[in-house]
């Protein structure tokens, strides 16, 4: 009766195989917790999941020089308990720890938080904001591209039939320098994110903003890397007309659309609240790391 | 297509069940292994009512393939008392009345003993989160908490 | 027998054991709905309308029937078609009609998931591949959402032959509207003549769904003769059965439905959807058929409660004292009569002493799922209406809102405006722990308020049945026709074993399917305890009588000169003799020998269910810049009569304010414009989660009710009643604003402060 087969590869080169041999529709499988759902509710119809879960490097984080090269699959559970991880990026860990329930946690990865390409993914403006890049396999070999590349519409990638993300990579952070990840949703938990921003910075000894990223989820089609936003920062303190100015940038970056989870208006109001605030978080962490 | 056989070990005990590929976990145990105190709230991982633990990870069973069970090892509902000995957060909630239905309750028991295996100290909010992805509609989850804290407590003086 | 003066006397009422029912839930082993099976079922699944309102031009199976492992398919074609009748054997009134037609759907789909037509396969892969084999031919119509615009002429009319009841003359043209009701005490224009002070206004609510986690399923069997089984999860298993039994035109001794556990109701198990369709197919296909349905499902075919829209006018003198209501409520039905805006128009004003009060109200189809009772039908609805006006008067007249009702609150005696007269109630009692309670003077902060609103519940008796036997060894078993929904097991296990005098471990308790014990009404309208549990008592009580009669029997004295104390038979006095107590233990061995077993069913149909009332104190913070709302601490007062098993009447209550605080917040149903629902699934349908709330204090005020020997009164529905107004009322406070529309989600509280500049 079933039509759809499972692969659960040992190799990455067996992976690109399967996927760039897949007849119909293939897809590439690390938590599941998105991709599940999606064939409950009848909104997929794969012919192939390849589980990526046994490649080699597809878990774990690693740290060389202060660049952490994290597994595509690593769970959001296991990210949360990496301390190293945690004081580098907080911003990152804390979306990635925002996907889901503790159960989801337990799966939940950030190649497929990315992949699954929602406009509203939590850990995407965190990683944006951290400039992170997405180590990339297929046929012809290992390629790298900044996150903010990946997602190219509500539901699509610019990754090939036959590419998958095996890791990421965060650059090694000077000091002075943290990330801050907030959303807002109508509840505590268990909500997608209405609004969310994530925002890096980099402070001089007197706290004047040298670096900042500054990226939004679910205000648009993609994610949006805000760079007027950061511009807005870089060469100032928190002082309350750069508050201000972040908020109006972050405002003016948003295109959303009003659904079941928010309206037009609220969404705009709401980024630049949220960039505000996070802001204020990545300055104060980023001053306590001098 | 043929379907996967898969060898796992539930509840401390060895088990193979046949599942398609769309088959989940929660299929399997409830329509394979006839482990029916998992139970199906959603099928989209938000009420929690399928939780279990999967090589020491809390995880909804919906949310995860039958065909990826291979080789696991997986608790239950049905394996979290010692044989006829309840687990101290089964007594618990005996004792503070945190069920009424009682249909979400294995899972809040399972989520529950997942959090204390790893944090036998938490606080009223580690507990609210950590049991956020478990609906409850009867209780207001005044006595789940309170029975959580409790239990926690109890472990910690008899530890 | 009354046990209501004593309380010090009682020894299990008003302990809190371990429930008889508990170590299965806790290990897994408790059955509920889906988890059945039979040797050789076949999988049921049920094809549901795409559209919010079409005519079903044809319906063609074939290719369905054509695939390996397809044994059956039917449609509305296949089942009887019932005339109009009115019954009433779940929570409301219903009619057959309207019940078959929203099992299946005829000639007219009416709402986004009607269901068209069901199947049965062997697997469940095939029975949803074959669910797409279903060709159904459409004439889509055009449909209507809101209760507001349902009710202007022109628009789409769902039923050509629905002429508003109750209106004189009768109306001309058919409508939407399918029944006005109407209250009236005094004269309102009067009272507002005399009022210093009038606020009036609209309030709005978006329907809720009960969201029991456990969603709907049944397992059904036809055998050759006729004779029929449902297992099923349920509200009342004689309601399945008499309903089924109706829709399907099976002689009722044809038909023994067994209850499965039941994961949650809160009223919405008090109907069919499943059931019938399970055991058509079973007819049809020779085969147990069973079904589930998925949370989807749940949400798009099974009975959310109305929303509504309501409008409140309230008059006052300076000093508080209130001279005229008068109130429009405008509910949402759902495809079919029976929105419970009756109820809603007698509860939201009945804590009120009222000279002058007009309440009119309309029962309003359009094209949503057909409502279901839930949890205090109507009441909490109504109540936020009335809650927040009477919060808005108390604002206005600079007085303390507990003072403001203290000032017009119902007592002994009190004429309601729907013409009850009120017995012994605990409203003023309430009010006055409430007042007292520390949280009503506790400081608040920024952004910070607090809001307190009461409500209201008749609770209700009715037809209940119940044994007792005393087993051989002297244990006690109790069989009710109540399915245990929140702890009722316990409850009744407590009552025998206060009454027998014996410890409750000795006591255990069963749910007994309807071939097992006599006729029991619904468990709902919070009945149970007190109806099914009257005649437990009495079951015990003619035990007792029994008891004592063979005691007298061994010790060859009169029945008269014995006494039944703590568990033993004594001699009533000297002149009865000196014989040492006899106890239970030593009779149930000897029963035998003096008469054979001992043991007796009771059926009754209770009356003189105490009126409840509760008072919600809440605070919450609202975070200005999001209108994201923190319930910061809630307390929630309640005259329970006599709690039995205090956890669970305290359970009751925390629940039920919870769902309130669910339905205050965030809680909707969510349409597109295409009608049909956006968020039919519990990621977007947000009901509360543990991180969102605070413990919810549970205040037990105990006056008792002289109709219940232990004095007890319905504790499940009040406790929704106030949250709506309660929270509304803290969120005015916090944010300096009044609002009238629920849920009172970040977007809107936004709109509202940014409105206000």
């Known amino acids: 009766m079933s039509a759809l087969s499972y692969a659960a590869p040992s190799t990455v080169q067996d992976a690109i195989g399967l996927l760039s041999g897949a007849k119909g529709i293939a897809k590439v499988m690390s938590g599941g917790t998105d991709l599940l759902v999606q064939m409950k509710m009848g909104r997929l119809k794969a012919d192939l999941i390849v589980d990526t879960k046994k490649l080699p490097g597809i878990f774990g984080i690693t740290e060389s020089a202060g660049v952490f090269t994290i597994g595509a699959a690593t769970s959001g559970a296991q990210l949360g308990e990496h301390e190293g991880l945690k004081a580098a990026w907080p911003g990152v860990v804390e979306a990635a720890n925002l996907i889901g329930s503790t159960q989801v946690q337990g799966r939940a990865s950030l190649a497929g938080n990315l992949c699954n390409a929602s406009p509203a993914a939590d850990s995407v403006p965190a990683m944006i904001a951290a400039g992170a890049v997405a180590v990339i396999v297929g046929p012809n070999g290992q390629r790298e591209a900044p996150v903010e590349t990946i997602v190219v519409g509500p539901g699509r990638t610019s990754l090939a039939k036959d590419e998958f993300i095996l890791q990421f990579r965060l650059p090694a952070r000077p000091a002075r320098s943290s990330d801050a990840y907030l959303r807002f949703i109508p509840r505590t938990e268990m909500d997608i994110a209405v609004v969310g921003c994530g925002v890096s910075v980099t402070l001089d000894a007197q706290g004047v903003c040298t670096a900042a990223r500054v990226a939004l989820g679910a205000v648009a089609p993609t994610q949006v890397l805000v760079t007027a936003a950061a511009n807005a920062l870089i060469g100032h303190t928190l002082d309350t007309a750069t508050l201000a100015a972040v908020d109006a940038a972050a405002r003016a970056a948003c295109n959303p659309i009003t659904d079941k989870r928010g309206t037009i208006d609220f969404r705009i109001k709401i980024a630049g609240v949220l960039a505000r605030r996070a802001a204020k978080i990545a300055y104060d962490r980023a001053g306590a790391r001098a | ?159 | 027998m009354t046990y209501v003066g004593n309380k010090a006397d009682l020894k299990v009422v008003g302990t809190r054991p371990v429930r008889p029912d508990g170590v299965d839930k806790v290990t897994g082993r408790a059955t509920f709905g889906a988890d059945f099976n039979l040797p050789g079922q076949l999988v049921g699944k049920v094809l549901r309308s795409p559209h919010p309102h079409a005519r079903i031009i044809k319906i063609d199976a074939s290719r369905a029937l054509a695939l390996t492992g397809v044994k059956a398919v039917i449609s509305a074609e296949d089942l009887p078609n019932i005339a109009s009748e009115e019954a009433f054997v779940g929570e409301g009134p219903m009619n057959f009609r309207d019940l078959s037609r929203n099992c299946m759907a005829r000639d007219k789909v009416l709402y986004e998931g009607h269901a068209v037509a069901a199947l049965a396969a062997t697997t469940e892969a095939i029975a949803n591949a074959a669910l797409a084999l279903i060709d159904v031919t459409y004439e889509v119509l055009p449909f209507v959402i809101d209760v507001n615009e349902a009710m202007q002429p022109g628009a789409p009319l769902l039923d050509d032959n629905m002429y508003t009841a109750n209106v004189e003359p009768k109306p001309t043209a058919p409508s939407n509207i399918a029944k006005r009701v109407h209250f009236k005490k005094g004269d309102v224009a009067a009272g507002f003549a005399k009022a210093d002070v009038i606020v009036s206004g609209t309030y709005n609510t978006e329907a809720v769904h009960q969201a029991y986690i456990e969603p709907h399923a049944a397992l059904a069997t036809a055998n050759a003769d006729g004779q029929c089984t449902i297992w099923a999860s349920s509200q009342g298993h004689f309601m399945i059965r008499a309903y089924v039994a109706k829709l399907l035109g099976i002689e009722i001794a044809n038909l023994r439905v067994i209850p499965a556990e039941i994961g949650g109701g809160f009223g919405g198990k008090t109907v069919v959807y499943l059931e019938p369709l399970a055991l058509a197919l079973a007819q049809k296909s020779g085969r147990p058929v069973k079904m589930v349905m998925s949370r989807e499902e749940v949400f798009r075919a099974s009975g959310p409660t109305s929303g509504a829209s309501m409008d409140v006018k309230i008059g006052a003198t300076k000093d508080g004292i209130i001279t005229a209501i008068s109130s429009e409520m405008r509910f949402q039905a759902g495809a079919f009569p029976g929105s419970p805006v009756q109820p809603a128009c007698m509860c939201a004003f009945a804590m009120y002493d009222l000279e002058n009060v007009e309440v009119t109200g309309y029962d309003v189809i359009s094209n949503r799922p057909k409502v279901a009772a839930y949890r205090a039908p109507g009441a909490p609805i109504g109540s936020f209406a009335s809650e927040s006006a009477i919060d808005e008067l108390a604002d206005k007249l600079g007085m303390d809102p507990i003072v403001l009702r203290q000032k017009n609150a119902v007592n002994q005696g009190s004429k309601t405006h729907y013409g009850v007269t009120f017995p012994e109630i605990g409203y003023e009692q309430v009010l006055a722990a409430t007042k007292a309670h520390p949280h009503w003077s506790a400081p608040l902060g920024p952004n910070q308020g607090r809001g307190v609103a009461t409500g209201f519940w008749f609770n209700i008796g009715g037809e209940s049945s119940a044994a007792v036997h005393i087993n051989e060894d002297g244990s006690v078993s109790v069989a009710t026709g109540s399915p245990d929904i929140g702890g009722s097991r316990a409850s009744m296990a407590m009552m025998a074993a206060e009454v027998l005098g014996i410890p409750v471990d000795n006591v255990r308790a069963i749910v007994a399917d309807t071939a097992s014990i006599g006729f029991t009404h619904v468990t709902g309208g919070s009945r149970v305890t007190y109806a099914t549990g009257m005649a437990t008592v009495q079951a015990a009580q003619n035990v007792v009588a029994d008891l004592k009669k063979r005691a007298a029997m061994i010790w060859d004295i009169s029945p008269d000169a014995v006494d039944w104390k703590d568990g033993e038979a004594v001699p009533a006095g000297a002149n009865a003799g000196g014989f040492d107590p006899l106890p239970l233990a030593a009779i149930a061995l000897k029963a035998g020998r003096t008469g054979g077993p001992i043991g007796s069913e009771v059926s009754v149909n209770a009356q003189g269910a105490g009126p409840g009332f509760g008072a919600h104190i809440c605070d919450v913070e609202v975070d200005p810049e999001t209108g994201y709302v923190t319930v910061l601490r809630y307390t929630a007062v309640q005259d329970v009569g006599r709690a039995i098993h205090p956890s669970y009447v305290e359970g009751q209550i925390q629940g039920g304010a919870v769902q309130g605080i669910g339905w205050a917040l965030n809680e909707e149903y969510i349409y597109n414009a295409k009608g049909s629902m956006d968020n039919a699934g519990f990621l977007d349908y947000r009901v509360p989660v543990a991180s969102d709330l605070p413990m919810i204090d549970a205040v037990l005020v105990e006056v008792p009710n002289p109709r219940h020997p232990f004095g007890l009164r319905g504790v499940g529905e009040v406790p929704i009643v106030p949250p709506l107004a309660a929270v509304a009322n803290a969120v005015s406070h916090a944010i300096g604003i009044r609002m009238h529309d629920l849920p009172l989600s970040p977007p809107t509280i936004c709109a509202a402060i940014d409105a206000k500049g």
């Open chain 2, 1 to 159: 297509m043929s379907k996967h056989h898969v060898t796992a070990t539930i509840n401390g005990e060895p088990a193979e069940f046949l599942c398609e590929t769309e088959n989940t976990l929660l299929d399997a145990l409830r329509d394979q292994l006839r482990l029916t105190g998992t139970k199906e709230g959603c099928g989209s991982g938000d009420c929690g009512a399928c939780s279990v633990i999967v090589d020491g990870r809390l995880v909804c069973s919906c949310l995860m393939l039958a065909v990826e069970a291979e080789g696991k090892t997986i608790q239950t509902i049905e394996g979290i008392a010692d044989g006829e000995k309840l687990h101290p957060v089964q007594q618990k909630f005996l004792e503070h009345a945190a069920l009424q239905c009682g249909f979400c309750t294995p899972g809040f028991l399972v989520a529950a003993k997942a959090l204390l295996d790893r944090n036998p100290d938490p606080t009223e909010t580690e507990v609210r989160y950590w049991l956020a992805g478990n609906l409850c509609r009867c209780t207001g989850y005044d006595k789940i908490i309170r029975a959580v804290l409790d239990t926690a407590a109890e472990m910690r003086a008899n530890a």
